[in-house]
């Protein structure tokens, strides 16, 4: 599997990654490598094969439903880049 | 006295022969002497370190200690630390000040365990020579121009060196065993479930655990009795008796059966590991077990199916990074796309980069099925291998690596020979089994790791295997040179 620049921009716009054009260039000689090497998954015949997700058969355990969390509001914004009354700043969004 | 194991400092502690704030004391002068040279630690924290030290001897005078009262002890800065940085190795996360504690720290803290600081390791544990750290390459205590193994590196080095008794390390895909093999030292990963990964910062969440890492089979099993036990916290935890692993350390290995993966002694072995691991055999024979030669005949397919499915994980797990919430934040961002964009690829390294990219590609859409679900269907038939073994062995006996480490710089260029690195560690955390590494001998100075790997919460009997391995032999007792 050979990946094109343009495959790589793609991908890298969906990671949420800028990459600059020499970037580019090594990232798709890189990632064509590894799809290349991770290929040989397609010699094992896994016809009749369930999927495992994990390797334990486990289900998600239950609990009371009651309150165990606090509110920690402060303790998180505090470490936060940008807040203001108990809001997390971003760039604008919507044109105002 | 910094060359004593835990067992032995706490019997000092025990007996009064030293305090826990000189024991303190003298391993942050360590420290201090030694870690210019390694880089074995991204935060040093030795103001709280005096503190608990203090608290623990005051709970030693009053008769509340547990064995790992006082001891010093060093987590790998993937564990978040309240009040302390946490950076898991990444610029994103360089000024990021945890608001709680991990489980495990918890633990630690609640049996007064002294906390020396914070270990270097690979970006969010993603590599396997501890190279592509924010905060620098550590060195291998063996020989200075050779990597110390990764992610857990930090933790290693620091282990060997004795600048810490112990230190918690993760593992994904070898990232306690490798290193552990790597600077001769002593490390388990436990089943998959045994340890609590709340605040353990994720990286593939199907295959993370955390373990301890020390300098002998019997200090593993102090540490992994603090550590292991279900945690309301984390879903994914077991639910299942956690027995006194110390206990079982001293049982006869008199009709233990240790199957030998034919895979694993094939192609790409160095020839003096093969001689060394021979006579970890005859030794094993020694003590009574027997040996039968086994068969994980899609072992080979283990590296393949781990570089789709642990990028795939990682790629939606550092989907949080997003500059908005905690950790790093780009420069006056134009637009949220520009935040979003600009924050995550100034903040992450090239192989953090390189994973995110091939999980977004493996489970984006028309090549699901082709890597994911293959993957997927891969990891059952890896799990099937070994249950099938474990109807006729114990244990399973393997070298940790194919080779001793290698030199810094030697694999940075080229990654999929680092992936290769990890041959014999990534299928036991495919099928979530436990598996541990202790030291097997030398070559050329360096040391060599010996793999056991157990059934299903068997790191009891893995522990006593490693135990009495190390009552007939001494590689596990010898020192760098200059440490």
Known sequence: MSLTTTDVKKIAHLARLNLSDEDLVTYTAQLSNILNFVEQMSQANTDSIEPIAHSLELSQPLRPDVVTEMNERKEFQAIAPQVEAGLYLVPQVIEG | ?483
């Open chain 2, 1 to 483: 006295m910094a060359h004593k194991t835990i067992a032995q400092l706490s019997n000092e502690l025990q007996t009064k022969k030293i305090s826990s704030v000189e024991l303190t004391q003298l391993f942050l002068d360590r420290i201090k002497r030694f870690d210019k040279q390694l880089n074995s630690f991204i935060t040093v924290t030795e103001e709280q370190a005096l503190s608990d030290a203090k608290k623990a001897d005051e709970e030693r005078s009053k008769g509340n200690a547990h064995p790992l009262t006082g001891i010093p002890f060093a987590q790998k800065d993937i564990f978040c630390t309240k009040d302390i940085k946490t950076s898991c190795g990444s610029k994103i996360l360089d000024n990021f000040i945890s608001p709680y504690d991990a489980t495990v720290v918890t633990r630690f803290k609640e049996s007064n365990t002294v906390l020396l600081g914070k270990t270097n390791m690979d970006e969010f544990a993603m590599g396997s020579s501890n190279e592509t750290s924010f905060y620098g390459t550590v060195k291998n205590p063996w020989d200075l121009e050779r990597v110390p193994g990764g992610s857990s590196g930090g933790s290693a080095a620091a282990v060997a060196a004795y600048l810490t008794p112990g230190a918690t390390g993760t593992d994904t895909g070898g990232s306690i065993r490798q290193p552990a093999g790597f600077c001769g030292i002593s490390g388990i990963k436990p089943t998959y479930g045994r340890v609590s990964r709340y605040g353990m910062i994720a990286f593939a969440s199907s295959l993370d655990q955390g373990g301890p890492m020390a300098r002998s089979a019997e200090d593993l099993a102090l540490l992994l009795n603090v550590m292991a036990g279900v945690d309301e916290k984390d879903s994914t935890s077991i639910d299942k008796p956690v027995p006194d692993y110390t206990q079982t350390l001293n049982n006869s290995l008199n009709g233990l059966r240790i199957g030998l993966p034919k895979e694993f002694f094939e192609s790409g072995l160095d020839n003096e590991i093969a001689t060394l691991i021979q006579s970890a055999i005859q030794e094993f024979k020694k003590l009574g077990a027997t040996i039968h030669e086994i068969t994980l005949p899609n072992s080979g397919l283990s590296i393949p199916a781990y570089y789709v499915i642990a990028p795939a994980e990682c790629s939606s797990n550092l989907a949080r990074y997003d500059g908005v919430r905690f950790g790093y934040r780009c420069n006056e961002p134009k637009d949220l796309e520009d935040l979003y964009k600009r924050s995550r690829s100034e903040g992450f390294g090239n192989e953090v980069k390189r994973r995110i990219m091939i999980g977004t590609y493996a489970l984006s859409a028309g090549y699901y099925d082709t890597y994911y679900l293959k993957a997927q269907k891969i990891r059952g038939l890896i799990r099937q291998d070994f249950v099938d073994a474990f109807k006729n062995v114990d244990i399973i006996l393997s070298p940790t690596s194919p080779t001793t480490a290698f030199k810094l710089g030697e694999k940075t260029s080229d990654p999929i020979s680092m992936y290769l690195s990890d041959m014999y560690t990534i299928a036991v955390n495919l099928a979530g089994l436990p598996g541990l590494s202790i030291p097997a001998g030398f070559i050329k100075n360096l040391p060599v790791g010996l793999q056991l790997v157990g059934n299903f919460f068997d790191e009891a009997r893995l522990l006593n295997a490693a135990h009495q391995y190390q009552q007939v032999t001494d590689w596990h007792t010898r020192t760098p040179e200059g440490f």
